[in-house]
């Protein structure tokens, strides 16, 4: 649970108390692989970030919490399938469900767990075309009232990396229309459809709104010059959404 | 650990040392394994009596061509020799550990290393490019650094021939999929086909990682009475004898299937040891460590021992197994991945323990390390090897090989491209001109590597400035001041075919350029040299004069080969490939945010060309789409790359220069297309006044190789100083073109206009169109 970046030295932001204040926690299992990257997203927006061990039994007193991509368990199984048992992922579960509405967000890999530990409908399944696919991706933001996109305008477009291999998104027509019917696609692809997802849905949302899963990688768009081209911080909304809600201001 | 419950005296009849001094008559299966007789006569002479099978194993993978490096060992001497006090400055450890260690400043060093796994990738292209990933990162794991990322150069055969796809597919989707799961960033390489590769594809694997000083880790083992542990994945059947009789000979159709031999990787097991090796650097837990990679135990335990103090005892039966049924032999010989050795203080071992229970990764303690001299592995008790460390790691046979230059390397040399019937009908008109560009850029080599690269993860980690296509892939390596790597690799087989003293040299002056074309001061060599087999004097005349000519031209430019790996018996029958030594060159950043991309991207900038063109056809890109290899390739000028440099890095650092892309494969004329579809912005160039200067044509300026070129776009406020820059230091340059962000179009003033879209969709649609 320690606090200092793992490659280069303490990055600090310039320090609004209030964000300090908010403790983000990052999951990681053994073969998750974004979790510097989502540490550095919460750190470049002000907040603190919490690095949170699979094996943990307890929350550590975190405000939010991203489940960010990888390979958990190497994928060897459906994607997230193991993942979803650890024991972190109980307190996760049961926060997530409580009044409280612990914001969670997952991310490609943390998508998938959630999907697994049944917070969010449908699945992902292999890509279409069969192949890893890495490529900068346009979003439209199709809700933007959750904890986790509230910062963005309804049907902004924003651009992030893509960057997997079972990204298409599966769920029967029924468990489709009611997502669309309550509001709870939360981004849709814009352009060619990458992966075959249905009805071109990049991310959803739970009823409350508090857990939002995507396959993109908002967290690799946080920084000039380190993510897609000419624009390349589209991401950080992800963060500053969830500290509204978290202060309030939302 | 072991919950292997048979008695394992019972399962084979144990060769112990004891045996083998009393029945010396025992007929072993030594040339099945790839000795020669006199290297067997020698191991018999060394230990005073016949090896035990276990030794047998041991000497025959050690002193295999792929581990001993017999027949280059000579060369390679160079490398080491030709180095001046100044190019040592930076380097923190040389040749001859898994990699070099090059200082960064600020208490930061650099570990990098390029390898071949040539073989294994013909044989099951999925595994073989896999664990060519695996095994290289487990090389910079060694050193103490945490890996930043990986690039591989590959090289198929022709892109229609059937079997190309098979490979392509295969190679690429294990190195992303072996990549992409260890979180490592894929920033660039190279790809090529050519019919000479068809039968030897290489698929080469770069890896870098950083650490800070203090962190640095060599592979020995010290300390009298400190413990040897084995752990990561268990050790199993796969990669049994893969370095001794795969690497180390020919293919041909006699010999059984050798699918066996290949290792079957499994990156999640690998992105754990990674870890998990650096939460005990990070605790100095570990005295020395080693990974496991070709020749396995027989590799780890002898380079441990003889690069420590004193001895070590191991007992193998406490190794865990997979395969309960594996022999000591082949115990020894595995080369299962995934697996890592180290020597542990006993003081250490209590939190050693808990690290691997913490990533839940299975280890063993298989004995000490002792003050003997001696290697001692026992089998349940029993000796089965008692050997003197050095003899199976370093002292393994050297060759002379015998050399000479090939009888018809002067017919080749003579056989120029231009006038040659090849070159009938050469492009002059604009219609042709154009014709000519979409074939040139649309042409398997020339063409985007999209199709690859998006099977690769570039951006995970978070530090990647830079990417293929850019002439490097940048890496950040410290948050806080920006201070980073650039690293690029180059080789041209068709170069060095036809001048294989010039060709390492041109690889060199290339990948050199790329990173000084990023805005990266270059500072390091690693080289993965790719040849046939040295037992064909013309194959080892090629492999000599590459090594004579790479080491010259670092000398000439300052910087050192740290590390490298050399590849040979790349040949199907008779037939070797072209001599391909791929040149990878580091470079060094102050700050990352001052790199320099290669497309344009600000309307209006001026577009200047630095350096001169002459007539270098020969062994070009367009040459060899007419079906054409001969003469002499381009002219290497290291003083003038030197100066290129010097201009580009500091128009970097001072803000002159907004976009750089060197020239070379596909000249000119690819690295306008390339400039303008990096960030789809076009420009209006004007050629005439630049041909005139250099006193050739224009189907000349855009398509010939000549060196030490490159195009750069300026802002116009500073026009003025980049000019003078460039006087003062009497570097040719001179306006070409200036960016046109509205036209939407490469438009070559007088000859054609292309938009953007047409040229994409050429340069796009190659790779797609035979590989879906």
Redesign the interface.
């Known amino acids: 649970m320690t606090e200092t970046?793992?490659?280069?030295?303490?990055?600090q932001a310039p320090v609004d108390s209030r964000l300090a204040g908010a403790r983000i926690g990052v999951v990681t299992f053994?073969?998750t692989?974004?979790d510097?990257?989502a540490v550095?997203a919460v750190r470049l927006s002000g907040a603190t970030a919490v690095e949170l061990w699979h094996a943990d039994t307890a929350l550590a007193d975190v405000d939010a919490v991203i489940i960010p991509g990888?390979?958990s368990?190497?994928?060897?199984l459906r994607a997230g399938a193991i993942s979803r048992f650890a024991p972190l992922m109980a307190q996760i579960i049961d926060a997530a469900n409580s009044d409280a509405k612990l914001p969670v967000l997952g991310i490609c890999n943390g998508f998938q767990i959630l999907t697994e530990a049944h917070l969010l409908p449908g699945s992902m399944i292999k890509n279409d075309h069969l192949?890893?696919?890495?490529?900068d991706q346009v979003l439209r933001v199709e809700n933007n009232a959750t904890a986790w996109t509230n910062a963005y305008a309804a049907g902004q477009d924003i651009t992030v990396?893509l960057?997997n291999?079972d990204g298409q998104y599966i769920a029967d027509e029924k468990t489709l229309d009611a997502l669309e019917a309550e509001g709870r696609v939360a981004f849709r692809y814009v352009g060619r459809n990458p992966n075959g997802s249905r009805r071109n849905i990049a991310g959803i949302s739970n009823a409350a709104g508090n857990v939002v899963g995507l396959m993109p990688?908002p967290?690799?768009a946080?920084?000039t010059?380190?993510?897609p081209?000419?624009t390349g911080t589209d991401g950080l909304g992800f963060i500053t959404s969830v500290l509204n809600t978290l202060l309030g201001d939302k | 650990m072991s919950e292997i419950a048979t008695d394992p005296a019972k399962k084979f009849n144990i060769d112990t040392v004891e045996t083998a001094a009393a029945t010396p008559e025992v007929e072993l299966p030594w040339a099945e394994l790839g000795l020669k007789q006199n290297e067997f006569d020698d191991v018999v002479k060394v230990l005073g009596r016949r090896p035990t099978a276990a030794e047998l194993a041991m000497y025959s993978v050690m002193w295999s061509e792929h581990c001993s490096y017999k027949s280059s060992k000579n060369h390679l001497r160079q490398f080491g020799a030709k180095v001046t006090e100044e190019m040592k400055k930076d380097m923190l450890v040389g040749i001859g550990e898994n990699a070099g260690v090059t200082n960064l400043g600020d208490g930061w060093a650099v570990t990098f290393k390029i390898e071949s796994h040539n073989s294994p990738s013909m044989i099951e292209p999925y595994q073989g490019a896999a664990t060519g990933i695996g095994g290289i990162v487990r090389d910079i794991i060694s050193m103490g650094a945490r890996p930043v990322a990986v690039m591989d150069p590959l090289r198929f055969g022709a892109i229609d021939h059937p079997d190309t796809a098979r490979v392509m597919h295969g190679a690429v989707a294990g190195i992303g999929g072996y990549g992409n799961s260890l979180g490592l960033p894929n920033i660039g390489g190279e790809m090529v086909f050519d019919s000479v590769y068809q039968g030897n594809p290489l698929v080469n694997a770069l890896a870098v990682g950083v650490m800070r000083h203090e962190d640095i880790r060599l592979a020995n083992a010290s300390g009298k009475g400190n413990k040897v542990v084995l752990f990561g994945a268990r050790t199993g059947g796969d990669g049994i004898g893969g370095a001794s009789i795969l690497s180390s000979e020919s293919f041909d159709d006699t010999k059984p299937s050798k699918r066996p031999a290949v290792q079957v990787g499994d990156p999640f097991a690998e992105k754990v040891l990674i870890e998990c090796c650096l939460e005990l650097f990070k605790g100095s837990l570990v005295e020395g460590i080693q990974d496991l990679g070709a020749a396995g135990i027989s590799c780890a335990t002898s380079e441990l021992a003889s690069n420590g103090d004193g001895g070590m005892e191991v007992e193998l039966t406490s190794v865990l197994l997979r395969d309960p049924s594996l022999t000591p032999g082949e115990i020894l010989m595995s080369e299962s991945q995934e697996r890592m050795m180290a020597v542990v203080s006993p003081a250490n071992v209590a939190a050693f323990e808990a690290v691997m229970d913490k990533w839940a990764v299975e280890y063993s303690w298989l004995g000490e390390v002792t003050d003997t001299g001696r290697l001692i592995i026992k089998w349940d008790g029993a000796v089965i090897v008692d050997v003197d460390p050095r003899t199976v790691a370093h002292d393994g046979p050297v060759y002379d090989r015998p050399y000479a230059r090939p009888e018809w390397q002067d017919a080749l040399q003579a056989d120029t491209f231009t006038g040659s019937v090849h070159d009938g009908g050469r492009p002059s008109s604009a219609d042709e001109l154009k014709a000519a560009v979409l074939e040139l850029i649309a042409s398997p080599n020339m063409c985007s590597k999209d199709w690859i690269t998006n099977q690769y993860d570039r951006y995970v980690g978070g530090n990647t400035a830079m990417a293929f296509p850019d002439d490097s892939g940048v890496i950040r390596v410290d948050e806080e001041t920006g201070l980073g790597v650039a690293l690029a690799t180059d080789a041209n087989g068709r170069y060095t075919f036809l001048d294989p003293y010039h060709g390492a040299q041109l690889a060199l002056s290339e990948a050199y350029r790329n990173v000084a074309t990023s805005g990266a001061i270059p500072m390091a060599v690693s080289d993965c040299l790719n040849f046939g087999s040295p037992e064909d004097p013309d194959v080892m005349w090629q492999l000599a004069e590459a090594i004579r000519g790479l080491s010259d031209a670092c000398m000439v430019l300052g910087i050192p080969v740290t590390g490298g790996n050399v590849s040979l018996y790349n040949q199907t029958g008779s037939t070797p490939i072209h001599p391909t030594p791929v040149v990878a060159v580091l470079g060094k950043f102050d700050d990352v945010a001052r790199r320099t991309p290669s497309g344009w991207a600000e309307d209006g900038q001026a577009i200047y060309l630095l350096g001169t063109t002459a007539n270098d056809m020969d062994g070009s890109e367009w040459a060899n789409l007419r079906g054409h290899l001969g003469g002499l390739p381009p002219a290497v000028n290291l003083e003038r790359e030197r100066e290129l440099g010097e201009i580009l890095i500091n128009a970097s650092r001072d803000g002159m220069i907004d976009s750089a892309h060197d020239l070379s494969e596909g000249g000119l004329a690819a690295a306008l297309v390339e400039s303008a579809l990096r960030f789809n912005t076009g420009a209006r160039v004007a050629l005439d006044e630049v041909a005139a200067r250099d006193g050739v044509d224009t189907f000349t300026l855009l398509f010939s190789e000549t060196q030490g070129r490159a195009i750069v776009a300026v802002p116009r406020s500073e026009e003025v100083r980049f000019n003078d820059m460039c006087t003062a230091r009497r570097f040719p340059v001179s306006r070409i073109g200036v960016v046109d962000a509205a036209g939407g179009a490469l438009d070559l003033q007088g000859l054609f206009t292309a938009p953007l879209s047409e040229l994409r969709e050429a340069h796009e649609e190659t790779l797609p169109k035979y590989f879906g």
């Open positions: 970046p793992l490659i280069g030295g303490a990055f053994p073969g692989l974004d510097r990257d550095r990888g390979f368990y190497g994928d060897y192949k890893f696919l890495c490529r990396p960057k291999q990688h967290e690799h946080v920084e010059g380190y993510g081209a000419h």
